[in-house]
Nanobody
Framework: QVRVVESGGGLVQAGGSLRLSCTASGGFFSLNAMGWYRQGPGKQRELVAT???????NYADSVKGRFTISRGNAENTVYLQMNSLKREDTAVYYC????????WGQGTQVTVSS
C-alpha cells in the first residue's frame, strides 16, 4: 500500500511563496503521472497541477504562471513551487497520482493572508 506524506505548508502573506513536497513510499513512483490537488474551505477537491513520468506538466487556469510542479524520481518526491500566492489559494494541498489512484495522505495546510 502506497503512503504519501505532504509537507511545506504554512501561513504566508499574499504575494509570498511556498514550496510543497510530497514523498511516496513504493507505488512505482517513477512510472506514474503525479498531481497536486487542493481543497479549500467549503469546496470540493480540485486538481491544480500534473506532471507525467517524462516531465510534461499541466496546470489549472487558476494557478497557471504562478505554480510550478516538478519531481525527483530518485527521491520518490514531487514538489509544488507556489509564487504570487493569493487568498483564494488557501486550502489543504494533497498529492496523489494524476488520477487519484492512491490512498490520500493528510495533506498540508496553506493559508494566505491579505
Amino acid at each position: 500500500q502506497v503512503r504519501v506524506v505532504e509537507s511545506g505548508g504554512g501561513l504566508v502573506q499574499a504575494g509570498g511563496s511556498l514550496r510543497l513536497s510530497c514523498t511516496a513510499s513504493g507505488g512505482f513512483f517513477s512510472l506514474n503521472a503525479m498531481g497536486w490537488y487542493r481543497q479549500g474551505p467549503g469546496k470540493q477537491r480540485e486538481l491544480v497541477a500534473t506532471i507525467t513520468s517524462g516531465g510534461s506538466t499541466n496546470y489549472a487556469d487558476s494557478v497557471k504562471g504562478r505554480f510550478t510542479i516538478s519531481r525527483g524520481n530518485a527521491e520518490n518526491t514531487v514538489y509544488l513551487q507556489m509564487n504570487s500566492l493569493k487568498r483564494e489559494d488557501t486550502a489543504v494541498y494533497y498529492c496523489n497520482t494524476a488520477r487519484g489512484y492512491w490512498d490520500w495522505g493528510q495533506g498540508t495546510q496553506v493559508t494566505v493572508s491579505s
